[in-house]
């Protein structure tokens, strides 16, 4: 299946098969959202929920980015259940409970998506080969993003994602948010108030002990300036772990 033979929006089968043979190597559901893809599911228009659709009276693609919702689908659920989405606008909206139930061959990915993602594959194959030919760089000394983040930026990148009092957890500085974790210790010329925190450690400690989902913390060391020299650290990290 070539780039214009794949839909506008692909099913899961057709989405994993064209990246399969693009990447050859083997796609799941799991992979395609830890890799930060998002699905979509059509919703038909419906007057009971009709806020949701504005305009649109045929109905209209709407997206699944809710961490918990991801989570379930990512742990093997046999069907999916968005509880938050997006409408006809793009303005988040949280669905009445219990949320949309759809089968699974409901789910879509944007044709746009799943391109953009094998570019990146590719421009990091590309890096990685380079990286492993070229000389290995002078050593630089180290400047103080080099040491870790500020709690106000740890919020920004992570707050959203964590099911706890983040700002509170750092203050506290208990398990991975202390010194023996995540927190960089303090040298003589640094207070308590100006410590800073690991982010590859604060965000690996977040998904293995607190199952915060590794597709949100991949898209927080992608659109974070403050992370951007981290994002390496990160990437490295995941596949030495096999994630």
Not at 190 to 199: C, I, L, T
Request: proline letters at 7%; hydrophobic letters at 45%; one cysteine or more.
């Amino acid at each position: 299946m070539s780039a214009t033979e794949l839909p506008y929006r692909a099913t899961l089968l057709e989405a994993c098969t064209w990246l399969e043979q693009q990447t050859a190597s083997p796609w799941t559901l799991a992979r395609l959202l830890e890799h930060a893809v998002t699905p979509y599911v059509w919703l038909d228009y419906d007057p009971a929920h009709a806020e949701l659709f504005g305009d649109a009276n045929g109905g209209y693609a709407a997206p699944i980015f809710f961490q918990d919702d991801i989570a379930r689908l990512i742990a093997g659920s046999d069907d999916v259940l968005m509880t938050m989405t997006k409408d006809a606008y793009k303005i988040v909206a949280h669905l009445p409970p219990p949320g949309f139930r759809r089968p699974l061959d409901a789910l879509r990915f944007q044709k746009k998506d799943l391109t953009q993602l094998v570019a990146r594959l590719e421009r990091e194959a590309q890096a990685a080969i380079a990286a492993a030919a070229a000389p290995p760089p002078e050593p630089k000394a180290p400047t103080e993003s080099a040491f870790g983040i500020n709690k106000a930026q740890v919020l920004e990148a992570f707050a959203a994602h964590a099911r706890m009092d983040l700002g509170a957890a750092l203050d506290n500085a208990i398990g991975i948010f202390g010194d023996d974790g995540a927190r960089v210790k303090a040298s003589v010329r640094k207070s308590k108030r100006n410590a800073v925190w690991n982010p590859v450690t604060l965000a690996l400690g977040l998904h293995d002990l607190h199952r915060v989902p590794l597709g949100p913390l991949r898209r927080a060391f992608q659109a974070h300036d403050f992370l951007l020299d981290w994002e390496d650290d990160w990437e490295q990290s995941l596949r030495l772990l096999g994630k």
